[in-house]
Every structure is written in structure tokens, then in C-alpha cells.
């Protein structure tokens, strides 16, 4: 049983929220406050310390059990020839998933992450959204639910990653569709489209906007009509994520654009989320910018699989680390600053 049954239903949940613990972020503080170290000298390592207790409700925060889940989808609107690759890649990356031989499985393995992957009707593909909307309410409820129901109450960290080739363009269009601009301003290369492809792609796009331009105003029709079952997914795993007080890591370009119309149904409605990176595809930046994200990493990938997210996990890990094994002024014997 889906746990939304309408889009009615679903707006509602995204618009109910529950806060974070400010007590616990509060207490992390504190304890950073008396550590051996000048007051803020680890940055935003002390940042991210006090965002995982406040989500996670505890002092100290944990990392034990960190779920890596990559959402997979294929897109119709690659017939418009967008993509540098055949769709048939979204179900042979899926394998290689399953076989252990991706970038994410090591990436993953390294930092600890349980990795998920998850198809999502691989050989059903979404509409051509230059033709009709991507998804139909029922289609995009069901991915929403799947991505919801992935994730488990326990986790102390969820990852959200991807893969679904002509995926870049959906997110370019739905990014288009949430925040303006055509698809000059938010399309890129991807998986390396030349400039034929990178024209067809945004013609698409621009295509697209308009033959959707009713349903501009609502976040998540505009998630249906332009996003893929793996975008609607990751709504649904962000969501989740909030209800169970769990904080988020989004990965690149396209799991940002999936988690977009929450941030547009609800102000805060991200504030669980840190952006683990900015990748190098074109609408990143731009789009972290209008929904005040900062990155934690800036290292050029545009992978996706969720890889630049797993290796933000390691940066988290390195942060609780100084916080939970650093020594007090008080423990080490060493003087604190002098307030002369």
C-alpha cells in the first residue's frame, strides 16, 4: 500500500515536518567549545558534528549505520537524442552494481556505507516529456513510495545517489521548471554530449516547458512531468529521511534537482540535507545556490552513483572523530586562552 495516495496526500506530508533538536546541537557546541583546539578552528568539521546530532537527536552523533541507496531509472525523452550513451547502460551499470565492479561499491565499502541499489521499472521508460508529462500521478506515487519505504527508522545517515541514463536532462528540466530559465541556463554535457547533443538537449527542455508551462506553479506535478522514477524516488527517500529525524546527504546534479520541490513546498524542508559535493556538471552550482546549500567538497565529478556522497561520509566520519576522541583543556592540562 502506497503511504500517499494522491498528490493532495503527499503535499500534505512534505508540508509537516518535524524540527531538529536544537539541544543536542546545542551540546555538541559546547563540547567543541572546551576541546584543545581554538575556539572554530576545525571549521565546518564542528558544523557538521552539531547537523548530525541535531537530526539524529543524540550526543554524540553516530555513524554506525550509514545507508548508501542509488536509485536507477531509465528516461523516453532520450529519444530526443540527449544522452552520449544507449539507455540500455541505466540496466548493464545496474549489474555492474550487483557485481561489485562500479566506482560507488568501493566508494562505498571504504566509507563504511551499506550500498543499496535499487531499479525502478527499468524496462518500462518514462514518457518523452517533450510529448507528455513523464509520469502519470499513479506512476509518480509509486516511485515516491518506493524511495520512501527504502528507507529504514534505524539508519543514522542516509546517502542519495542514482543512475538512469538522459537523467541529466530531467533534472535540468525539472530545475528549469522550479526556478526559471530555459534549458541554455541549466543544461550541460552530462555524459559527455557533444555541441549537436547538448543543443538537442536543450531544445528538448525548452520544448518541454512549454508544453507543461500549466503545471509551473506546483512542485510536484513538475517532479512528474519532467523528473524519472529514480528522481521521484530520492523524494521519496528525503522525505523520509525528515520524518525519521535522519540526516541526509545528497550526492550530485540530479539527486539535488530530485530533492528541489521539497524546498519549494515548504521552506526548511531540507535543512536535514547537506550537499556532499558540487559536481562539474553545469546547473550544480547554480542550483545549490538557489536552494542555499553549501558543499562540502568541490573535486570535479560528475559520476553520479552516489560517489561523491559516499566520499563526504568519510569527511563526517574524520569530523566526529576529533569531536568524540579530542582531549578537554581540562583532560590534557593544557591552559586556555586568556581572556586578556
Known amino acids: 500500500m502506497r503511504p500517499f495516495g494522491s498528490l493532495a496526500d503527499l503535499r500534505a506530508a512534505c508540508r509537516d515536518l518535524p524540527a531538529g533538536d536544537a539541544a543536542a546541537a546545542a551540546a555538541v557546541a559546547a ?30 552523533p553516530q555513524l554506525e549505520q550509514v545507508e548508501m541507496l542509488v536509485f536507477a531509472g531509465n528516461h523516453g525523452v532520450t529519444a530526443q537524442g540527449v544522452s552520449a550513451y544507449p539507455p540500455a547502460v541505466t540496466g548493464q551499470m545496474v549489474a555492474n552494481f550487483a557485481a561489485g565492479g562500479a566506482a560507488i561499491n568501493q566508494l562505498a565499502r571504504t ?53 538512469g541514463i538522459g537523467n541529466t536532462t530531467a533534472a535540468s528540466a525539472l530545475a528549469a521548471a522550479l526556478f526559471g530559465g530555459g534549458g541554455t541556463r541549466w543544461a550541460g ?8 547533443g547538448l543543443e538537442r538537449k536543450r531544445s528538448a527542455i525548452d520544448r518541454a516547458l512549454a508544453r507543461h508551462a500549466a503545471c509551473l506553479a506546483d512542485p510536484l506535478a513538475c517532479a512528474a512531468a519532467f523528473g524519472g522514477r529514480e528522481l521521484a524516488a530520492i523524494l521519496g527517500a528525503a522525505l523520509a529521511a525528515r520524518r525519521h529525524r ?19 513546498l515548504a521552506p526548511g524542508a531540507l535543512d536535514h540535507v547537506l550537499a556532499a559535493h558540487v559536481s562539474a556538471e553545469a546547473g550544480h552550482r547554480l542550483l545549490l545556490a538557489e536552494l542555499g546549500l553549501r558543499p562540502l567538497l568541490d573535486l570535479g565529478m560528475r559520476l553520479g552513483e552516489g560517489s561523491g556522497a559516499a566520499v563526504a561520509v568519510l569527511l563526517l566520519r574524520a ?18 586562552k586568556s581572556d586578556g
Not at 554535457?189 to 549537436?196: C, E, I, L, S, W
Not at 535522519?246 to 519549494?264: C, E, N, Y
Open 246 to 264: 535522519i540526516p541526509v546527504l545528497l550526492d550530485g546534479f540530479v539527486s539535488t534537482a530530485a530533492a528541489a520541490p521539497l524546498a519549494r
Open 319 to 336: 569530523a566526529l572523530a576529533c569531536h568524540t576522541g579530542m582531549a578537554t583543556f581540562a583532560q590534557a592540562g593544557v591552559a586556555e
Open 31 to 60: 563540547r567543541d567549545a572546551v576541546l584543545t583546539k581554538p575556539a572554530g578552528s576545525l571549521g565546518r568539521l564542528e558544523e557538521v558534528v552539531a547537523w548530525l546530532a541535531r537530526w539524529q537527536g543524540r550526543t554524540p
Open 111 to 163: 566509507a563504511g556505507a551499506h550500498l543499496r541499489v535499487l531499479p525502478l521499472a527499468l524496462d518500462r521508460p518514462t514518457a518523452d516529456f517533450t510529448a507528455a508529462p513523464a509520469m502519470g500521478e499513479g506512476e509518480f506515487l509509486e516511485a515516491v513510495a518506493a524511495g520512501h519505504d527504502a528507507v529504514p527508522p534505524t539508519a543514522d545517515l542516509v546517502c542519495l545517489g542514482e543512475m
Open 189 to 196: 554535457r552530462g555524459t559527455g554530449v557533444d555541441d549537436a
